[in-house]
């Protein structure tokens, strides 16, 4: 007991700095989403006015909804791309190293790097793309003015960019999958397809559930791919609800409102995690 | 330079005695150090940012330009945190205002008082002043008044055997006859928030009542105003690609690369198209009053800010030396000069081929409301009239919507709606 006692020692720097980082940032945060707090004006106490009038608005629940549409179509991508090559590099029997390199890079590069390269190549006209096509004559649709192009664009910007961590996790957990299961499976005549589905990724379903939940929980905080591609254009179309507080707090100055929606992003993220490791727990112990 | 562990123990303990001085120590700047400015850019602000760079000897100024909504973001953020970061910061006719309500800049009426004579300040007339007023205090010196005006192929009209449209719907009908894949029948600058706001400003005043009546209520989702956004969905569908994300540079460019043939843009981009460095249609480009008149009249400077650690002396001297007189003259050709002599003058006016389209677009220009918070109200109109033209809202219902918003925005900041 004397000695699990003094394990909590262990926690005092990951605590201080936690405290510092994170605790007291989310404080301050919830105590400017009591205020009507316009920058450049004395802040007025109002309560919870903040968080009802979010609920009330109409820009917030367009916002949520891209948000979700935009995790889930990403992530879901992601995760069926991310599997096709990591099964591919398992089978492969040579330069499987310096193929996992290669298909790591998207993900070594900066976001807001990677934004950038992806603007010159979907921007209209001087694109890369619209300038090949249309120096054949083809003349594609607006990709980052159209409200549905713009949004598969942030998908795929975003699922181009984070594939490969799908790739290395899910390569790395089909490599723990017990070989005798394998072999049993292959003599009982499994193709890949079967030996895919019905052994491997039963085997890894406690990892494939950890990925999916850091990627979920990653691309709630969607700002920078879409800041720099649309800057949640056209019209609300790629606004999500970082790109909204970020509006708010940044073009409307709305401190006290942009905190809140900060809060309640936080309350939405939070649950949506709890549900799933609780989820994890009760399935599967391991995964956490 | 050699970082070792005693330069690092160094720079900690000059950090740490900084901290224990009250303040982090590499986040002050002294008093005598580079003058750092923050400024949209066009043309015009390229000259004056050269011009403040040399303006006083062994004054270094670092100057930093960008499109508009950036440095209006950037000035913003500095400035309501109260950070010493910029000393000299750009401000239009319309973001003066909310910098002033805030209290972000600092009035420079005695300064231009004791540098009247010195730098002829007295040639700005007394109305385009009062543009850079609030509550009576001036808080920028203009280095430019601007008009949006009318950019149209005269090569490519006179081959069609058309002529200049004078109407919305003229124009309406032109870009129809004119738009093809390969090059558009019109520019059109809808990106959020400044270059859509001064496209439907246009609209909106052409066709609409205006945005607001004279208790600051929305009156851009009447019938008019729906009418005004109606039309202007219909004419995107002629404008250029990528126009939903297009500023101001962006529509410049399609006129000078041969993508579009006609379009509203700003007087300070004229100059630009004869220059044969940047532009495939020297010569071939000429200009009018926009159709139906009414498009938006604007104009910009430099303020000092409210919480500069210069001397402000020094700093309204580096802006006046940089917007003096013969600067003017000398950018004349880049924009429309605000001092009255410069302006009237007909040598100058002869040698500028865009002056006579100009002159005509300022007898019926048009300001943006004299509101602290339009560019917030701007943010969600904008959005919501770019959901009403790329059919993801019905106009009457994006409309009421922006109107609704820019309610609620008025009232939390005290206005008596």
């Known amino acids: 007991m004397h000695a699990q006692r003094g394990l909590w020692l262990f926690l005092v720097p ?41 609920l009330l608005d109409e820009r917030f629940w367009s916002s949520l909804r891209t948000t979700l549409l935009l995790v889930s179509a ?70 980052l003015g159209n409200p549905n192009w713009a949004r598969l664009v942030v998908v795929l910007a975003e699922s181009w960019q984070f594939t490969p961590f799908m790739i290395i996790v899910l390569y790395a957990g089909l490599n723990t999958v017990d070989q005798s299961q394998i072999e049993s499976a292959r003599m009982d005549g499994a193709g890949n397809w079967m030996l895919l589905t019905r052994v491997m990724l039963p085997a890894i379903r406690p990892l494939i559930l950890f990925v999916l939940a850091i990627r979920i929980m990653d691309s709630f905080r969607f700002f920078d791919t879409i800041y ?13 609800v970082t790109i909204y507080t970020y509006a708010l707090g940044f073009r409307l100055l709305e401190v006290g409102k942009a905190s809140a929606l900060g809060v309640l992003t936080l309350l939405i993220t939070a649950t949506a995690i709890a549900l799933v490791i609780a989820f994890l727990y009760r399935r599967e112990r391991g995964a956490f | ?44 602000l390229e000259h004056y940012a050269a011009k403040m760079q040399s303006a006083l000897p062994g004054v270094e100024v670092n100057t930093q330009l960008m499109p508009f909504d950036r440095a209006n973001e950037l000035a913003t953020i500095a400035l309501s945190s109260g950070a010493s970061t910029f000393d000299i910061v750009y401000a239009s006719d319309s973001t003066v205002l909310k910098y002033a309500k805030n209290g972000w800049l600092r009035p420079i009426d005695d300064l231009f008082e004791k540098y009247k004579e010195e730098f002829r300040l007295d040639e ?85 009542d205006g945005w607001l009546d004279p208790d600051l209520r929305p009156i851009f989702n009447d019938d008019k105003g729906v009418e005004a956004v109606e039309t202007l969905k ?81 700093l ?82 994006a409309l009421d919507t922006a109107a609704d918003e820019c309610t609620t925005l008025l009232k939390d900041r005290g206005y008596p709606l």
Request: aromatic letters at 12%.
């Open chain 1, 14 to 54: 990951s605590g201080t700095v936690l405290t510092l980082v994170l605790l007291y940032p989310l404080g301050y945060a919830f105590y400017l989403s009591l205020f009507n707090y316009y920058l450049g004006a004395e802040p007025i106490f109002i309560g919870l006015d903040n968080y009802s009038s979010l």
């Open chain 2, 1 to 44: 330079m050699i970082i070792d562990r005693r330069h690092a123990l160094k720079a900690l303990g000059v950090t740490a005695a900084g901290a224990a001085a009250g303040f982090p120590a590499p986040f002050v700047r002294a008093q005598g150090a580079t003058v750092q400015m923050v400024s949209h850019r066009y043309p015009a």
């Open chain 1, 74 to 143: 990403s992530v879901s991508l992601q995760f069926v791309l991310g599997l096709a090559v990591a099964f591919g590099l398992y089978k492969l029997t040579f330069a499987t190293k310096g193929l996992n390199v290669l298909l790591f890079l998207p993900h070594v590069v900066t976001p807001v790097v990677a934004a950038l390269f992806l603007r010159w190549i979907f921007m209209g006209r001087w694109g890369l793309i619209d300038a090949i096509l249309i120096g054949l004559n083809i003349f594609p649709p607006d990709w």
């Open chain 2, 316 to 397: 309204f001297r580096i802006i006046a030396t940089a917007l003096n007189h013969d600067s003017m003259v000398e950018a004349a050709g880049l924009m429309v000069p605000p001092r009255g002599p410069i302006l009237n003058d007909p040598a100058i006016a002869e040698q500028y081929r865009h002056f006579p389209g100009v002159l005509a677009a300022l007898e019926t220009a048009v300001p943006f409301p004299p509101v602290a918070e339009f560019y917030e109200l701007g943010e969600t109109i904008t959005r919501r009239v770019q959901q009403a033209i790329t059919g993801e809202m019905p106009v009457k219902q």
């Open chain 2, 124 to 208: 700005y007339p007394e109305s385009l002043l009062d543009a850079y007023r609030y509550n009576g205090e001036l808080f920028t010196l203009p280095g430019t008044a601007n008009v949006m005006l009318w950019f149209y192929r005269q090569d490519l009209f006179e081959e069609a055997g058309k002529t200049v449209p004078t109407t919305i719907a003229e124009y309406e009908a032109l870009a129809a006859d004119f738009n093809s894949p390969a090059r558009a029948g019109t520019i059109s600058c809808q990106k959020v928030v400044d270059a859509s706001l001064n496209e439907t400003h246009w609209y909106m005043n052409a066709i609409g």
């Open chain 2, 234 to 314: 219909r004419i995107t569908a002629y404008a250029q690609r990528g126009f939903t994300s297009a500023a101001n540079d962006e529509c410049t460019i399609a006129l000078q690369q041969d993508l579009a043939v006609q379009g509203l843009q700003w007087a300070t981009r004229c100059a630009s198209m004869d220059n044969p460095e940047k532009s495939r249609v020297v010569g071939l480009i000429d200009w009018a009053a926009a159709p139906d008149g009414r498009a938006r009249l604007s104009g910009d400077g430099y303020a000092i800010t409210a919480y500069t650690s210069q001397d402000p002396e020094l």
């Open chain 1, 228 to 240: 720099v591609l649309t800057a949640g254009g056209p019209g609300t179309a790629t606004e999500t």
